[in-house]
Nanobody, 118 residues
Framework: QVQLVESGGGLVQAGGSLRLSCAAS????????MGWYRQAPGKQRELVAA???????NYADSVKGRFTISRDNAKNTVYLQMNSLKPEDTAVYYC????????????WGQGTQVIVSS
């Protein structure tokens, strides 16, 4: 079993920055992909950014150039640096991990609230 614990959410003014962290504990497999999703009220959960175990990244078009995902494999932690925040970035942000075993295992964190005021 794997546990994902997020931290770093909060209230920030438009144009500000926040850094989210997600620490994984438990039965960690080296081959994995980790990512951040978000869900705004009344909307579907969407992928924000993802990073492979090798460091390859993928971003939603809406956050490219503003958000940066990174990971520290030694700490089993993934980060999301969010700059130039906009009110439309307001959402609950969820950490996700997919372990590339047979069959694949997927885990979610409990979510952390980000509120961007205008």
């Amino acid at each position: 079993q794997v546990q994902l614990v997020e931290s770093g959410g909060g209230l920030v003014q438009a144009g500000g920055s926040l850094r989210l962290s997600c620490a994984a504990s438990g039965s960690i497999f080296n081959s994995n992909a980790m990512g951040w999703y978000r869900q705004a009220p009344g909307k579907q959960r969407e992928l924000v950014a993802a990073i492979s175990s090798g460091g390859g990244t993928n971003y939603a078009d809406s956050v490219k150039g503003r958000f940066t995902i990174s990971r520290d494999n030694a700490k089993n932690t993934v980060y999301l640096q969010m700059n130039s925040l906009k009110p439309e970035d307001t959402a609950v942000y969820y950490c996700n991990a997919i372990f590339l075993v047979a069959p694949p295992e997927e885990y979610w964190g409990q979510g952390t609230q980000v509120i961007v005021s205008s």
